[in-house]
């Protein structure tokens, strides 16, 4: 099955924010990429609400609920108490847990698996046990170690950092070299029994070769090249260009 799009809404959030208006409505474009053709929505609610905001959240939930109820929605973050209370409020399909510190400006590396096992087995039970599939944010390096370590955390699937290979939009070369080794960490989680999502600076140009060397990969979650694109094409053409590049038939 070609992989799914999540269309990370947070890029659209952050464009609202700069003004105290309720435009661009994340809940609307949210809408539009559903109709056109994404699987679910993405947000990232950081503890500084700069681009998601708390309030967004059943707001977006209810838009799944209601109108696409076959779609999913999902929630990244660092697991600290607050976020995770807002997940088991919110209970959205998954939660891709990231090692960020609140000053990131964005994700930019996965979780050290040893440092943090314990830490991650405990936030893994305690929202599997809310019916949440969880998905752990890791390196796409090239080891198959981690995903060993990744597996024994209880989580059902891990999402590889693409940052590095979508850093080589002017480097064939290297973007071939980087796309390996993203395809040999997929291929050790999914000896592991793990599913595969992707996420962070992928594109239209991009996805065909990432697709072609992870053919199982489940799902990509993609904001801030999709909403470029969007100010170019639209959402609605933007979403069904981007679920061509994952290989979908739309």
Not at 75 to 88: H, K, N, Q, R, T
Not at 110 to 134: C, E, I, P
Not at 175 to 202: I, K, M, P, S, Y
Request: with cysteine; glycine share 8%; proline share 6%.
């Amino acid at each position: 099955m070609p992989a799914k799009l999540s269309v990370n809404l947070n890029a659209i959030a952050m464009l609202r924010n700069r003004r105290d208006l309720p435009w661009p409505s994340v809940a609307h474009l949210g809408r539009i990429a559903l109709a056109a053709g994404a699987s679910g929505l993405t947000v990232h609610p950081r503890p500084d609400q700069r681009h998601i905001r708390f309030s967004d959240l059943p707001v977006l939930r209810a838009l799944i609920d209601d109108e696409y109820p076959t779609a999913e929605f999902n929630i990244e973050g660092y697991p600290s108490e607050d976020f995770l209370a807002l997940c088991e409020v919110t209970e959205p399909e998954q939660v891709t847990l990231v090692p960020d510190d609140p000053s990131q400006a964005t994700s930019d590396h996965g979780w050290d698996l040893v440092a943090h096992q314990d830490f991650l087995k405990r936030v893994v039970s305690r929202l599997r046990a809310k019916g949440m599939r969880v998905s752990l944010f890791v390196d796409g390096d090239g080891r198959s170690e981690p995903m060993a370590l990744a597996k024994a955390t209880g989580a059902e699937r891990v999402e590889l950092y693409t940052g590095s290979y979508g850093g080589c939009y002017d480097n064939p070369d290297e973007a071939l070299r980087q796309v390996e080794l993203l395809g040999l960490t997929a291929d050790a989680a999914r000896a592991q029994g793990l599913d595969v999502n992707a996420g962070h600076d992928l594109t239209v140009a991009n996805l065909p070769l990432l697709v072609k060397r992870i053919p199982h990969l489940a799902e990509v979650s993609i904001g801030h090249g999709l909403t470029a694109d969007a100010l170019e094409y639209g959402m609605a053409e933007t979403v069904r260009r981007f679920c061509r590049a994952c290989g979908q038939t739309i």
